[in-house]
């Protein structure tokens, strides 16, 4: 599983004009099950990506096709974790 930590490196303004486009990527992703959780951060820096994922070679391509990616808006930060204790709702981390 992987956290994706993503910080914005450009004004909101410029951010706001590809945000449509990488909500559906989110979306897709989600569709294929490679993301469980995604929000902004607090204050609005950039945002968290839950990922149940653990190939990290396999998840770097994904990453590679969001839209905050390819117009060089933001940085990633992946970090891995295997989870050993969760709720009953997210037991299904636990692989």
């Given at each position: 599983?992987?956290?994706?930590?993503?910080?914005?490196?450009?004004?909101?303004?410029?951010?706001?004009?590809?945000?449509?486009?990488?909500?559906?990527?989110?979306?897709?992703?989600?569709?294929?099950?490679h993301f469980?959780?995604?929000?902004?951060?607090?204050?609005?820096?950039?945002?968290?990506?839950?990922?149940?994922?653990?190939?990290?070679?396999?998840?770097?391509?994904?990453?590679?096709?969001?839209?905050?990616?390819?117009?060089?808006?933001?940085?990633?930060?992946?970090?891995?974790?295997?989870?050993?204790k969760t709720?009953?709702?997210?037991?299904?981390?636990?692989?």
């Open positions: 599983m992987f956290i994706i930590d993503i910080s914005y490196k450009v004004p909101l303004e410029t951010v706001d004009q590809h945000l449509a486009a990488h909500v559906q990527f989110l979306n897709e992703q989600y569709e294929l099950g469980v959780a995604s929000g902004r951060k607090v204050p609005r820096t950039g945002g968290i990506i839950l990922s149940p994922l653990t190939d990290r070679t396999f998840l770097e391509a994904i990453i590679a096709r969001d839209p905050f990616n390819v117009h060089d808006l933001a940085d990633y930060v992946l970090t891995e974790f295997i989870p050993s709720s009953k709702e997210l037991q299904f981390l636990l692989g």
